[in-house]
């Protein structure tokens, strides 16, 4: 009952989302091939050797060229996408289980045969599913409107497509987490978009230089990892187990919060 509940609450929210992404991607990928016919090659890579290389390798364009529409998704355009599916994710997560108590229905739930440990997992559950068929919703979409344009390496385009995924749940299970500590979701909101921003903003400083790499290490955009994905077709297995056990310890933690907290 509370996981069809969920994602009848939060239906409006993912169609918006997704639609706003899919339709500008599908836009660009359409109008893109003719976009670059009209631009002289040679002016492109006078301008990328404006840029200094940590620049470039901040926005992948280091590995990839943006004379194809499929190369400009590779750089600029999957930066983009991590931080609006990272946004999503997180706002979902501090959301889904302190809007009870913002909206005055927490109440109905607790009247309800069902334990606070259940609350939190089926609402889990339900943010889980959505934030999943947002990264697949998107991945879908914009893979048919780059065939429809131009030819695609399937392979490096789906192994690229799905990396987003572990950063966005990641980002919704802290979220939920944090929000456990909270009573309301107005401050939520900053806390959630800050965290994401901070994050991305780590994840570019520490690929500029030897200096700042260890930055990574206090970023979740890492465990998208593209530039390896670029460079090997492959996804490295130990960025998913990374991954799960941070969304399980942020699970379990957000359950034991919740367990004993005063709810308004």
Known sequence: ???????????????????????MFGMIFLLYPYIIDDVDPESINALLNLFPE??????NMDLSGID????????????????????????LGSSIVLKEENDHTIEYLNALPVSRTQIVLKKY???????????????????MFLTFTETVDNRAY???AITPLFTSVVLYSIGMLISTFMHRSRAMMGISLGFVFVSYILNMFSGMSDKTEFLKYFSVFTLADIRNVMVNIEINPMMIIIS?????????????????????
Do not use: D, P
Request: glycine letters at 8%.
């Open 1 to 23: 009952m509370i996981i069809r509940k969920e994602m009848k609450n939060g239906l409006i929210s993912f169609l918006i989302w997704t639609a706003v992404l899919c339709g």
């Open 244 to 264: 799960i056990l941070i969304s399980i310890v942020s699970l379990i933690g957000s359950i034991a919060v919740y367990q004993r907290k005063e709810l308004l």
């Open 68 to 91: 194809s529409a499929f190369g400009w998704l590779k750089s600029e355009g999957f930066v983009f996408i991590l931080l609006v599916s990272g946004c999503y994710s997180a706002l």
């Open 158 to 160: 789906w192994l690229l």
């Open 125 to 143: 559950i339900s943010g889980l599913i959505y934030v999943t068929g947002f990264v697949l919703v998107t991945a879908v979409s914009n893979w």
């Open 54 to 59: 940590s620049v470039l390798k901040a926005f």
